[in-house]
């Protein structure tokens, strides 16, 4: 296990992309102090800002408030990092494989790009959890996020597989411009979910109201569903049993093949 | 103090020279008989040395490169340069890089002259802003003609000596190098809702046509004497059977000069069982049939790219067929631009044929000397490819490699299967340099005779084309080292080379006046731009023939 502690608060954020098991499993403590990080416009070392303790591992535990602190587990295809507290923006960004827990928060583009591997937040995350960077046309393509908290607009945008499970709400614009995939709101959905969706599916516990574009087609009981829910059973979410689910399919304004499934309960009532 | 390049084989097209081994001296900014004992001795063994490279078309500044970089965010995140030696300012690179990364990316590869050629006249100002960070490498832009309702409208009343002046006032106003037309007449009838197809179609509201346009221009800039002739992006562009009107215009200019840009994208036809092939050896042909006419190829390569073009309407057709992000912008009375996204597929059956039309252009044109070496970037694709493009003209084992892995139907119906020729260094030194040079009349450029300009490429021989046209062991602009190794190690700036044609413009003084009055959102007196805006300026004599 390698144990990164941060020394101080930081005030001006760090660009820590270097700092996944990818790059740092061989290295001796002292190399991985030496590894580059940037603060502010300054180029410094890992050395500088955390204390590193342990031996060589592809099992990274960091610890002490790195809500400044960027770009942790970026690109990593393995291993384990585990950040206590809370983490910053783009944590887990274009991940490939292995595994990241967060006790605490993080900050926008949770997952953003992600190709594989596993994120399990805590706490809550910011805006594009699992979304695309501005300007790309397709998001999360693989891979699997677990958020036990709330999550901010535009969860799961333009994403193209994969799966993310929301245990609390969602800001806005949940599954904008989704290619595929599927993304599970235990809690409640913002406005407009699904916008401008084309194939995938967005699975809601609660009313929420949706586009006009979505056309409500029959209501099901579906193994799919049931799986998907065990699944995130299995990551420690506590989704509720078996159960019906009305279907929506949109969104029209594209070629309308995905769906929308909002658990039966009071249908008619429409929450504002 | 001078600098001497001693035992490098010395490629100089311009004076016959291939691969002798001589030494080049340099001093204030100059190549020199000889630079003097104290001057500083750089050892080319094992190296050629060759003029700096000069690309006579690439898109690199203006309002539409601008809206490039704008729409595109997910582009500039690709590439990040950071402060450091040699590189003063960050940016980021990609396919429409910032102004610094342009200057940066080109000097890497050894290039040090570049002409932005589709400038339409309002956006001189912000070109000429552009154009002043971009470092490294001198520059020019021409100016974008062809839809210019002041033109149509002299044109319609035959008045053609007002043409001549106001190309003269506009060449001034724009502190431009030459003229471009692109689309002839289309690109403002698009405006009016009407598509251009044929060189004698009539323009709706004015009573001319492209071909008239297209003489007229080439007259007026012939009579002005300007030092690069009309450089023509043809009606019809992109489109199946394109190069019949390729060779209409051709044919329409009756030996004047004329330099076709982007050919390749002007080389389909409308033959094979997916109605689109590759007609790129008729063109060919017709190329080395007509001393009056040169090119540049617009090759594209594979990959994610944006185009970039005054052509409107066919943006808006590619923005229809892609279904990509488009831009489309109206230039008032003079013309317009679109911008729209594109990734050139290997697995595709139309971008492979592209792909291997440039290519056969490049092969089937015989002399080298007029067919220069361009992706028309951003268009076909980034100019940083150009080592690769190279390597693919200079290696037919790596060429045949290549075309193995593009849509295998397309690759059963191309004639690029069957070509067989590699360019040599010498050859290579004159499309990517020397013959370009000449074409654009930069008497001091494309070549390494005392007098010219000291903007010399030193590249490390190997037999991987592409590491050695990518890596320059050191380029030299005005006299100074500036990169070694691929990088730069020394921020310079070049001059930017305008025209200004003796003509002046007094007949049309008044007239122009009421048009801006009328029509513009700009008044006259602010229009022009002024020296100020060229931070080194440097002045093109024009040729000027006496008889109007």
């Known amino acids: 296990m390698i144990n990164l502690t941060l020394m101080e608060e930081l005030s001006i954020p760090m660009e820590a992309d270097l700092v996944t098991p990818d790059n740092l499993h061989d290295k001796s403590n002292d190399e ?31 610890a002490g408030n790195c809500a400044k602190v960027k770009l942790i587990g970026h690109k990593m295809s393995f291993g384990a990092v585990h950040v206590k507290g809370n983490a910053g923006y783009n944590t887990g960004s274009y991940m490939t494989g292995g595994r990241i827990t967060i006790d605490g928060n993080t900050a926008d583009y949770l997952g953003a790009m992600m190709e594989g591997g ?69 809690g409640r959905a913002g406005e407009r979910v699904g916008a401008n969706m084309r194939r995938g599916s967005i699975i809601l516990m609660k009313q929420t109201r949706l586009l006009p574009s979505f ?41 309308a ?16 | 103090m001078g600098i001497r390049i001693e035992n490098g084989e010395v490629i100089d097209p311009a004076h016959g020279e291939n691969r002798v081994r001589r030494t080049i001296h340099m001093k204030d900014g100059r190549i020199v008989a000889d630079a003097g004992l104290d001057a500083t001795v750089i050892d080319a063994t094992g190296c050629v040395v060759m003029a700096g490279g000069v690309d006579i078309h690439t898109h690199v500044a203006g309002p539409k490169v601008n809206f490039a970089r704008l729409m595109r965010p997910e582009d500039h995140r690709y590439e990040h340069v950071s402060r450091e030696d040699g590189y003063e300012r960050s940016g980021t690179g990609g396919v429409a890089a910032t102004t610094y990364t342009t200057g940066y990316r080109y000097c890497e590869m050894g290039y040090t002259t570049i002409v932005e050629p589709a400038v339409p006249p309002l956006g001189a100002r912000h070109a000429h802003e552009e154009l002043a960070d971009i470092p490294q490498v001198d520059k020019a832009i021409f100016t974008l003609l062809g839809n210019s309702e002041i033109i149509f409208q002299y044109l319609a009343k035959g008045e053609m000596s007002k043409i001549n002046e106001y190309i003269s006032w506009i060449m001034d106003a724009t502190k431009a190098y030459s003229v471009k037309i692109v689309n002839p007449g289309g690109a403002n009838m698009w405006k009016y809702r009407a598509d251009i197809h044929d060189i004698d179609q009539k323009l709706c509201d004015f009573d001319t046509t492209p071909r008239q346009i297209v003489l007229a221009i080439a007259d007026a800039m012939a ?84 185009t970039i073009t005054a052509d409107g ?78 390597r693919l003209l200079m290696d037919k084992d790596f060429r045949r490699e ?51 300009d000291a903007d010399v490429a030193v590249y490390r021989i190997s037999p991987d084309y592409e590491e050695m046209f990518a890596k320059p062991a050191w380029v030299l602009k005005d006299g100074e080292v500036v ?8 921020q310079v700036f070049g001059r930017t080379l305008y025209v200004h044609p003796e003509r002046g413009f007094a007949d049309i003084k008044g007239e122009l006046a009421d048009f801006f009055e009328s029509y513009y959102t700009v008044n006259i007196n602010n229009y022009p731009v002024g020296l100020e805006y060229l931070p080194r300026p440097e002045l093109i004599p024009c040729q000027v023939k006496q008889n109007d």
């Not at chain 2, 019809?236 to 004329?258: C, F, H, Q």
């Not at chain 2, 808006?316 to 109206?330: A, E, I, P, R, V």
């Open chain 2, 483 to 490: 990169a070694k190794e691929g990088k730069v190690t020394r």
């Open chain 1, 32 to 62: 991985i102090r030496r590894q580059t990080v940037y603060w502010g416009n300054k180029k410094k070392t890992i050395g500088d800002f955390f204390q590193v303790e342990g031996e060589k591992s592809d099992r990274i535990t960091i």
């Open chain 2, 313 to 390: 309407p066919f943006e808006f057709h590619l923005h229809k067929l892609t279904g990509s992000k488009w831009y489309n912008g109206d230039v008032e009375c003079e013309d317009g631009c679109g911008v729209v996204p594109y990734d050139y597929k290997r697995t595709s059956f139309v971008n492979s044929i592209q792909w291997a039309a440039g290519l056969e252009l490049f092969l089937l044109i015989d002399d080298p000397w007029r067919v220069y070496l361009t992706t028309d970037h951003p268009n076909g694709a980034p100019f940083i490819t150009y080592p690769h493009l190279i």
């Open chain 2, 223 to 306: 009579t002005l004497g300007l030092p690069h002739p009309l450089h023509l992006h043809c009606n019809n562009l992109g489109v199946p059977d394109s190069y019949k009107t390729a060779i209409a215009t051709a044919e329409a200019m009756e030996g004047r000069p004329l330099h076709l840009t982007h050919l390749q994208f002007s080389s389909y036809g409308a033959s094979g069982k997916r109605k689109f092939s590759s007609e790129a050896p008729r063109l060919a042909q017709m190329v080395n049939d007509n001393r009056n006419i040169t090119i540049d190829v617009g090759q594209v390569l594979f990959g994610k790219t944006t």
């Open chain 2, 402 to 452: 290549h075309v193995e892995r593009i849509s295998a139907e397309a690759a059963a119906e191309i004639p690029l299967k069957t070509l067989d020729r590699e360019y040599t260094l010498y050859e290579i030194a004159i499309i990517t340099r020397a013959g370009a040079a000449k074409r654009l009349g930069l008497v001091n450029k494309g070549h390494l005779g005392v007098g010219a």
């Open chain 1, 257 to 272: 093949r995905g769906e929308i499934l909002v658990r039966e309960g009071n249908r008619n009532r429409v929450e504002a």
């Open chain 1, 118 to 186: 596993l994120i399990h937040l805590k706490g809550n995350a910011g805006h594009f959890v699992g979304g695309a960077y501005k300007g790309e046309t397709a998001g999360m393509t693989g891979g699997e996020i677990v958020v036990e908290g709330n999550a901010g607009h535009e969860t799961g945008g333009f994403m193209r597989r994969g799966l993310i499970g929301i245990g609390g709400d969602t800001g806005d614009f949940a599954g904008i411009f989704m290619l595929a995939g599927t993304i599970v709101v235990l």
């Open chain 1, 215 to 255: 056309f409500q087609n029959g209501v099901v009981s579906t193994p799919a569903v049931e799986m998907i829910l065990a699944r995130l059973r299995t990551l420690g979410m506590n989704p509720p049993s078996a159960g019906r689910y009305v279907r929506h399919t949109g969104d029209a304004n594209t070629i």
